[in-house]
């Protein structure tokens, strides 16, 4: 069979979401749909891969899809597809020194593994060396809104089985409080409620008043990215200071990030990306050094669609350690996937399909109606 890459396809799309995202990131200006990317790379013999380019915060979608259809499409094209480390060194030669090229290498590294897999007939997971578990334990998320509308929503996901609770906080603290009181009330003692502040606060006073009155509040998980992403000092003090775990999510893109952070001893709990780290093994090799230092990490998500969390799913079925529920739930974000088949989202828990490679079907009518450029 012959597998050189013959084409590379990218399509720029525009998913309607459910609900407009709304956080302390983008408190005027609330996103209504994710602008994001399809990669299809086409072997000589017909073989394909699928992959997604995913990226909520900031709204560059289109212009990784712009670079990928420009830069990475033509330098990859006429290479072996199953030699994904060369083509990948490749597009990291193509893209270094770009802040935002680990989004386009995780794309292009998800359609070259799940070529593989198609290839040899297994699913993603078995290519990774096999499965911990068979299915993984998701927490859902809540976004800034009146305390009521946030209370059912909490509510409905503690009916639906998610395993923990995401609240969005960084407002001014009376709101906030509110909110933290109204969902800790609605979920119930048995979901444990976490917070992220997506680098609200800006200094290590002003975060430890808030987390100790979220503290005195509810039980709280975790408190997420505090400070903003490079405030690896006061992460640190914060986390001597306060009695609530601090998650590094902004602060933590790339196996160096992680190294850094653990240096530092600026975080307790790793929120760890597909598509930050630059791919699934990246995201692997986050999670091996973590482990190595006792630092707990969970899955993170851009909202993924269908490709993405697949690609996710397939990760948190492989990885030794994984404690914590994760928060890839992306697909229920949206009225409509781009695939028809894929990973399974039920009672609380995902699940990698069976199917070879990351064992997606692209729903080509639902694409077309997304199609941005
Ligand atoms: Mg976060």
Redo the contacts with the bound molecule.
Sequence with gaps: MNTTIERIEVIPIRAPRKEAVRSGLNAGDPVQASEFGIIRLITRSGLEGLGEISITFPRIGHSLCHAARTLAAPALTGREALDAPRVLAELDRILAGELSAAYIRAAFEMALLDLAGRRYGVPLYQLLGGRMRTQVPLAWGIYQKAPEEMAADARRAAEQGFHAIKLKVGRKLEDDLEAVRAVADAAGADVPLRL?A?GAWHSVAQAAQAIEAFANTARIAWV??PLPRRNLEGLRLLRQRSGVPIMA??SLHSLRDAYELARAEAADVF?VYVAEAGGIQAAAAIFAFAASVDIPCII?SQAEMGIGTAACAHLAVHVPNLPYAIETFGPLRYLRDIVSSGAQIANGFLIPSEGPGLGVELDLDAVGGMEAL
């Design positions: 992220d997506n997420e990215q999510d902004e929120n993170g």
